[in-house]
């Protein structure tokens, strides 16, 4: 499995073989846009870490369909900072990391009451239309990663 940006190849390898990532907000750009990119660097990162893998695991919409995307990082000519910003997130101290898995204890009762609570409100909200991830959450079934997108992708609709 390969982690790619925006893949959005209907039933092609890109869609099959590829955890997809978007970046929201890059046709207006500005800060939201900003953010949202400093997310997917920071998400990506970690979910290399987490499974042990390279940077060259990481590739664009183009690599898979020749499409212009994610075009405002290739518009920019960014694709090379984009994968150095990924690099220096992931070199980022271990001990760092020991602190944070520290503080996300996914099987902890706290951190379960804490999702749940989190899910339920962005629920309330609009951020999130599904229910289910509440369910899975409360049935301490959401996994690790399902939990990470889920914050980062209602963080991304709330701004």
Not at 36 to 45: D, G, K, M, Q
Not at 67 to 85: Q, T, V, Y
Request: aromatic share 6%; net charge positive; proline share 1%.
């Amino acid at each position: 499995m390969r982690i790619a940006l925006n893949i959005l190849d209907g039933n092609g390898n890109g869609n099959r073989k590829s955890i997809g990532i978007e970046i929201c907000y890059s046709k207006s750009g500005g800060e939201r846009y900003k953010k949202a990119e400093e997310n997917a660097v920071i998400l990506i990162a970690q979910m290399l870490k987490e499974r042990g893998w390279g940077i060259e695991r990481v590739k664009q919409h183009y690599d898979w369909s020749k499409k212009n995307c994610p075009h405002r990082i290739r518009d920019e000519k960014r694709w090379d900072s984009f994968l150095n910003r990924i690099k220096a997130e992931m070199n980022k101290k271990v001990e760092a990391d020991k602190g944070d898995n520290e503080m996300l204890k996914f099987s902890s009762n706290t951190f379960k009451n804490e999702m749940v609570t989190f899910l339920e409100n962005a629920h309330k909200r609009g951020l999130l239309s599904s229910h289910s991830w509440i369910n899975q959450a409360k049935e301490g079934k959401l996994s690790k990663d399902d939990a990470i997108c889920l914050i980062a992708t209602i963080i991304n609709r709330s701004e």
